[in-house]
Every structure is written in C-alpha cells, then in structure tokens.
C-alpha cells in the first residue's frame, strides 16, 4: 500500500524526522490562509498523489506571493498529474500541501528496502539526492552507499555515523543524521514497511537536516495489524479495477494489449501472456482467478475484460486441477448468458474432465472456440482479435 507524502512526513515527525512546516488543504478556499498561517514570503504548493516524479510533471510549484500559489492551486485541483512514474491516464489531484520555502544547501537521498540478493534490510544513501536519483543508481552506482543490517541485530548509531561521514555531514548535521536514519529504521520496522525514501534530504543554510519528500510503501500481507496504516489508505489514488477485482478475490492488472486474458494461477497467466506475445498479439490485462474458481467469479472477470477498452478478443486458459472442468465450463457458459459477450473468445481447458468441459462448450450454442492446446489457442486467439479490429 501506498500513503501520499504529507502522511510519511506525518510519520516522519513522530520519529524525530524533521519536515518543514505545512498546511494541507483539500479547497481553494484554504490557500491564502494557509500561506498566512506558515508565515515567510516563499511557498511551494505539491500535489498530493501516488506517485513520485511530481516535480518533473508539473505537480511542484515553487510561489513568491500569494497570489502565486492561489494561481498553482488554481492549476492543480481537479486536475490528474502525469509523471514519469504514472500511466498516461495519471493521478487525481485532491488535495495539496502548501509549505513553507527551504533554503537548500544539500540535496542528499536515503532510503531503506529489503535486498533480496543479500536478504537484508539495506540502506542506501547518496550525496546525489534529488530529482533524478533513479539515473544515478544506473549510471554511477558507486555513488550510492549501500549498507545492510545485520538481520540478527539491530541498527546501531555507530554505523549512521560511518554512513554520515561517508555523506560528508559536519558533525552538527551529523547527529541530525543518525536519529533520522534511526527513525527511518524505526517505522521500517514497527509498521512492516517494504520501501521507506527520503528524496532529498536536505541540509539547509540554517544547520538543519530536514525532509522534504517522503515516501513510504507498506507491505499488504501484513496491514491487517496496522490499523492505524490502514486508515491512511487512499482508493482515490488506486485502479478503480484492480479494487473492483480483488473484493472479488480476483487478481487484475489493466495492460495496454488486445487480448483479455482469464486464467487461473498466476504462472499459468504469466506464461498465456508469453505465449501470446510469442504469436504477435499482446494481452489486455493480467488476471488469475484463483484455484476455486466460481461460476461468479468468472462472470465478474468477464465483466472486468470487457471494459478493457482496447480488448479485441479473449483467451480462457484454464487448468483444472482442484477444479473440474466440466464445472469451468458451465460456469463460462452461464457467464456468457449473463454478463453477454461480443469479442470472439477462445477457450483451452486442460486436466480433470477436460473432454467432458470441451463438449459442453462445443454442444452450446454460444459463439465461441474451443481448443485443447494452449500453442493453438494462442495463435487463434491472435488471429481473431486481429480480425476484429480490422
Ligand atoms: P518529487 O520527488 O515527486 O518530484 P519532491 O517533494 O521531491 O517531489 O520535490 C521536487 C523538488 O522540488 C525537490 O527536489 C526540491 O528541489 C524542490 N522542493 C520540494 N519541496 C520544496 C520546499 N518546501 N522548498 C524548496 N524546494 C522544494
Ligand atoms: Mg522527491
């Protein structure tokens, strides 16, 4: 799950993090006050969305006046903000954080992420923070600094003194380092956190450390005992479809291909994906209905493809190993009746009653192909859905 920044910097600030000061504002209506309220004659008004790369897209407007800001306010709200981390559709702007001006010295990065190679909590730092700290992992990765934590131990403050030196801190900051770093480490931790950034962390001409971005991903499996992270949740900012799906236990991504895909298990839908980019189509989504599959759940997914809106056509790979595939196959055949289908579809059923499922398919008279093998589903499918959109 994903949280905006005011609400890392709101986490941030209950671990000793320093954030400027900042108002959130949801109207209009709020701007001016806001600036008076923050005081100083330099605002920077943010769009609150899920996604980093705001300020590539337009989505960061530094003010000198009031008058300014009120203008970007104006600009944002209402409006979806594309970035180079967002689709082509964008995020919905609802709300924006006015602050407070910095006077930036620094612009250092600091995150902490679980390294799957070395199976550790990793902290990786860079003096080369900012807007485009993504370019440096590729290109010089020997600037970023990298060191995991023992995962028998804990962060100690010795070891955020050796990476604060390594950032070239003056021993004032250098303090300001270690209990941010081990505040960072502290909601890692409590809240089951998967990625935690400071991008950039700036040193400021005052003497100060300060967040002035923060992002923090939280691991799903493990929200249900983080009421409290839970409730920061933003379904505004999520695909309305991929919710849809999963209150229905289905797993759904939106993909930009022709080709609706329904398959059961995970794999199985990675390698229909394959396979039917290995025969010149490409797949509109992504879509694993699970192993219990049921004669509802296949209507909701079919419902789903359907308002995919470049979908051309449809490939059912279904393997039935806990499910019978008679079962499957009156189950597409009511969903067919119900939810009604105008895209050619192919359907490849495989394992338990595979032949009995097949025949039912084959006996109704609904407009669909059936095929035994997947290579031959693929390939048909492809050239259906070519036909359609011609
Ligand atoms: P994003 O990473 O989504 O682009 P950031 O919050 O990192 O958004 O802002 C982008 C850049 O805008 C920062 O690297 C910084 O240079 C500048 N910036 C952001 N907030 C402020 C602020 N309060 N004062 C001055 N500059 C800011
Ligand atoms: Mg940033």
């Known amino acids: 799950m994903h949280i905006h920044e005011y609400q890392a910097k709101g986490l941030f600030r209950q671990s000793n993090i320093k954030t400027p000061e900042a108002i959130l504002i949801s109207t209009m209506a709020e701007a001016s006050k806001a600036c008076a309220d923050l005081g100083g004659d330099i605002w920077v008004v943010k769009a609150q969305v899920h996604a980093g790369g705001r300020g590539k897209g337009g989505g960061v407007i530094l003010c000198r006046s009031i008058e300014e800001v009120e203008t970007a306010c104006n600009q944002l709200f209402g409006t979806r903000l594309i970035t180079p981390q967002t689709d082509n559709k964008g995020l919905p702007i609802s709300q924006l954080l006015i602050e407070g001006g910095q006077n930036i010295e620094r612009e250092l990065y600091l995150g902490l992420l679980v390294d799957r190679q070395t199976q550790k909590i990793t902290i990786l730092a860079s003096t080369e923070g900012g807007m485009d700290i993504e370019k440096v992992a590729s290109e010089t990765p020997d600037k970023i600094i990298k060191f995991g934590v023992d995962p028998l131990g804990t962060l100690k403050s010795d070891d955020c003194a050796l990476i604060a030196h390594q950032l070239d801190l003056k021993a004032s900051l250098a303090d300001q380092f270690v209990t941010t770093l081990m505040g960072l480490y502290d909601i890692f931790i409590s809240k089951d956190v998967s990625l935690i950034e400071i991008n950039p962390l700036i040193t400021t001409t005052d003497n100060n450390l300060i967040a002035l971005d923060g992002k923090i991903d939280f691991d799903d499996n493990a929200l249900y005992r983080h009421e409290d992270i839970l409730a920061l949740r933003d379904t505004s900012q999520e695909d309305q479809k991929e919710n849809e799906a999963s209150e229905h236990q289905l797993n759904y991504i939106s993909l930009d291909g022709t080709i609706g895909c329904m398959v059961n298990?995970?794999?199985?839908?990675?390698?229909?994906?394959d396979l039917i980019e290995h025969h010149g189509g490409s797949p509109a989504n992504f879509l694993d209905v699970g192993g219990g599959t049921t004669a509802e759940r296949v209507a909701k997914a079919f419902e789903l493809i359907q308002t995919e809106k470049n979908v051309a056509g449809i490939l059912v790979n279904i393997f039935g190993g806990?499910?019978?595939?008679?079962?499957?196959?009156q189950g597409i055949l009511q969903a067919i009746e119900n939810v009604g289908l105008n895209l050619p579809i192919v359907i490849r059923l495989e394992g338990t009653n595979a032949?009995?499922?097949?025949?039912?398919?084959?006996d109704s008279n609904a407009d669909i192909h059936t095929e035994a093998?997947?290579?031959?589903?693929?390939?048909?499918i492809v050239a259906l859905s070519k036909e359609a959109s011609a």
């Open 265 to 273: 298990g995970a794999g199985l839908a990675m390698a229909t994906m």
């Open 322 to 329: 806990i499910v019978r595939c008679d079962l499957i196959a």
């Open 355 to 362: 032949a009995a499922g097949l025949k039912l398919l084959d």
């Open 373 to 380: 093998d997947l290579t031959q589903a693929a390939i048909k």
